[in-house]
T-cell receptor, first 112, second 114 residues
Framework: KQEVTQIPAALSVPEGENLVLNCSFT??????LQWFRQDPGKGLTSLLL?????REQTSGRLNASLDKSSGRSTLYIAASQPGDSATYLC???????????FGEGTQLTVNP | EPEVTQTPSHQVTQMGQEVILRCVPI?????FYWYRQILGQKVEFLVS????????KSEIFDDQFSVERPDGSNFTLKIRSTKLEDSAMYFC????????????FGSGTQLSVL
């Protein structure tokens, strides 16, 4: 059964700082991993999807990596802005099947 | 950009009552999902739906729950007899043709069971 954990649970940084969010998963047969953003009281927005054949994906100031052998993924945010303040969730599928298992999330606050 | 829409945004009900949560997935998507998030807890998978049938369900999705795609656009989650512990934010999601693509989530229905 897939288990996903995220550290840290919360992170507060000054504007402009580069930061890394961490995600660990137990089932290395994962075939993709997604990073989501959740704003308070809102739905989840998919940020990046990394396929198992890829090592990283980039979108603007975001870069996500996937290392199946170590069971880790990271989300790198460059030049953070106050608008990046949100909860960031990673999620991975079971080896077979369609369900995603989510981590607890990292609550990010970027201070102006 | 296409989006998943959910109605209502908030639903308050009495314990034991039936509720139906509604979703309109993105029009050309083929995979549909329900997830929920109890306040302060992780997002949890409930059920996935493909080709007009349930493809996978979790332990949470017991006989009190059912899903339906009554027409070509709507996707519903019914809870027959709500319990206090069903109080949560319920999210509908959809993805494209392979099931190995980004998941697009709706903004959720906050269900409160009194």
């Amino acid at each position: 059964k897939q288990e996903v954990t995220q550290i840290p649970a919360a992170l507060s940084v000054p504007e402009g700082e580069n930061l890394v969010l961490n995600c660990s998963f137990t089932d290395s047969a994962i075939y993709n991993l997604q990073w989501f953003r959740q704003d308070p009281g809102k739905g989840l927005t998919s940020l990046l999807l990394i396929q198992s054949s890829q090592r990283e994906q980039t979108s603007g100031r975001l870069n996500a990596s996937l290392d199946k052998s170590s069971g880790r993924s990271t989300l790198y945010i460059a030049a953070s802005q106050p608008g990046d303040s949100a909860t960031y969730l990673c999620a991975g599928p079971e080896a077979s099947g369609s369900r995603l298992t989510f981590g607890e999330g990292t609550q990010l606050t970027v201070n102006p | 950009e296409p989006e998943v829409t959910q109605t209502p945004s908030h639903q308050v009900t009495q314990m034991g009552q039936e509720v139906i949560l509604r979703c309109v997935p993105i029009s050309n998507h083929l995979y549909f999902y329900w997830y929920r998030q109890i306040l302060g807890q992780k997002v949890e998978f409930l059920v996935s739906f493909y080709n007009n049938e349930i493809s996978e369900k979790s332990e949470i999705f017991d006989d009190q729950f059912s899903v339906e795609r009554p027409d070509g656009s709507n996707f519903t989650l019914k809870i027959r007899s709500t319990k206090l512990e069903d109080s949560a934010m319920y999210f509908c999601a959809s993805s494209g043709g392979t099931g190995n693509e980004k998941l697009f989530f709706g903004s959720g229905t906050q269900l409160s069971v009194l």
